[in-house]
């Protein structure tokens, strides 16, 4: 009978739909980067896994639930990989279908004027780790307009699974890496 509680959870944890995935490789310069970033403690719930698709979107399609605070890459065979997020704050959040119309691996930051407005102390900023934009970034377009949305790292992980941004989707560096390493140019992108 002592191990009833073992084959109870071992049961119950076949049931789960969620895959451990290994981190992506990473560059000297990544992990250097990286390494100057503070670590933040994050609720495993936002942690990088391979799941059953919720989505129902086609294989390659970006999926971001914003009131989940989880972005879902589609992958074949009724899989996708999620991703915790952070997302725009309630009035900077966006929602609409898009297009990834450029990557960049440590990309320099230029806030745009209605940002600089609002907050006077921002401003352009070479890539780094110092940079919000973090490790990666995937720019958004509507029909070839640049929404000014972008999918990208942050220096500031201890808010991932928050509505906390100035409406981009911030994800953890190693997550960002790993994600712009799945996705091509031309991929659409849902946010909800």
């Known amino acids: 009978m002592r191990f009833a509680p073992i084959i109870a959870c071992a049961v119950l944890l076949s049931g789960c739909n969620f895959k451990a995935v290994p981190d992506p490789t990473l560059s000297a310069r990544d992990t250097a980067f990286m390494a ?18 919720p989505t129902k979107e086609r294989p390659g399609t970006i999926v971001i639930e914003t009131m989940e ?16 997020v952070t997302v725009g704050d309630e009035a ?20 745009p004027a209605e940002m ?11 890539g780094g780790p110092g940079n919000p934009l973090g490790a990666r970034a995937l720019y958004l377009s509507d029909k070839g307009r640049d929404t000014l949305y972008r999918i990208h790292g942050t220096n500031e992980p201890e808010k991932i699974g928050q509505a906390a941004s100035s409406g981009c989707i911030r994800m953890r560096n190693i997550d960002v890496v790993d994600l712009f390493n799945r996705v091509p140019v031309g991929a659409t992108v849902i946010v909800r």
Do not use: I, S
Request: no cysteine; hydrophobic share 35%.
């Open 69 to 84: 605070r989880q972005l879902y890459l589609v992958l074949p065979d009724g899989k996708a990989m999620r991703y915790g």
């Open 116 to 126: 600089v407005k609002r907050w006077p102390h921002v401003h352009p900023m070479q």
């Open 36 to 53: 100057l970033v503070p670590d933040a403690e994050f609720d495993p719930h936002f942690a990088r896994y391979q799941v059953t698709d």
């Open 92 to 111: 900077y959040g966006w929602k609409g279908t898009a297009t990834v119309d450029r990557k960049a691996e440590w990309p320099a930051w230029n806030p």
